[in-house]
């Protein structure tokens, strides 16, 4: 291992030609966000990733594969999910109102309901019976 003041051989040397400093492309594992670190740079919670990709909210991205069973994006794939994602918590569903045209439907017919009277004479025949019985 070298020192701390010998640089350290780089995994991808620049090419003949161009800038030391130039930045080179993010290749390999680098371009690569698990949820641990999409959590992190959303600034969420891991667990709050994964709902997400439970319920399949809208603005987040389908993982692009598997690693070591887990989800993985793309560097690529992410670019402007911060701007997508609305911070905060969902809130309430908004409430449901019906289309105009449905609200205008007329209903077919009312529901059937037994006169009173007939009910607690009915109630009161069967208490007489039941009665009689014991």
């Given at each position: 291992?070298?020192?701390?003041?010998?640089?350290?051989?780089?995994?991808?040397?620049?090419?003949?030609?161009t800038d030391a400093t130039a930045e080179l492309p993010s290749t390999?594992?680098?371009?690569?966000?698990?949820?641990?670190?999409?959590?992190?740079?959303?600034?969420?919670?891991?667990?709050?990733?994964?709902?997400?990709?439970?319920?399949?909210?809208?603005?987040?991205?389908?993982?692009?594969?598997?690693?070591?069973?887990?989800?993985?994006?793309?560097?690529?794939?992410?670019?402007?999910?911060?701007?997508?994602?609305?911070?905060?918590?969902?809130?309430?569903?908004?409430?449901?109102v019906p289309d105009v045209a449905a609200a205008d439907v007329p209903?077919?017919?009312?529901?059937?309901?037994?006169?009173?009277?007939?009910?607690?004479?009915?109630?009161?025949a069967e208490r007489e019976a039941a009665s009689r019985r014991d």
């Amino acid at each position: 291992m070298p020192g701390p003041n010998v640089p350290s051989a780089s995994p991808n040397p620049p090419r003949a030609g161009t800038d030391a400093t130039a930045e080179l492309p993010s290749t390999g594992l680098d371009d690569l966000y698990d949820i641990a670190r999409l959590a992190d740079r959303l600034g969420v919670e891991h667990a709050t990733v994964r709902v997400w990709l439970s319920r399949r909210v809208p603005w987040l991205p389908q993982p692009d594969g598997r690693l070591n069973g887990g989800a993985v994006w793309r560097a690529s794939t992410l670019e402007g999910i911060e701007e997508r994602r609305a911070p905060g918590r969902p809130g309430r569903k908004p409430k449901f109102v019906p289309d105009v045209a449905a609200a205008d439907v007329p209903r077919t017919n009312p529901v059937p309901t037994a006169p009173t009277a007939v009910v607690v004479a009915a109630a009161r025949a069967e208490r007489e019976a039941a009665s009689r019985r014991d």
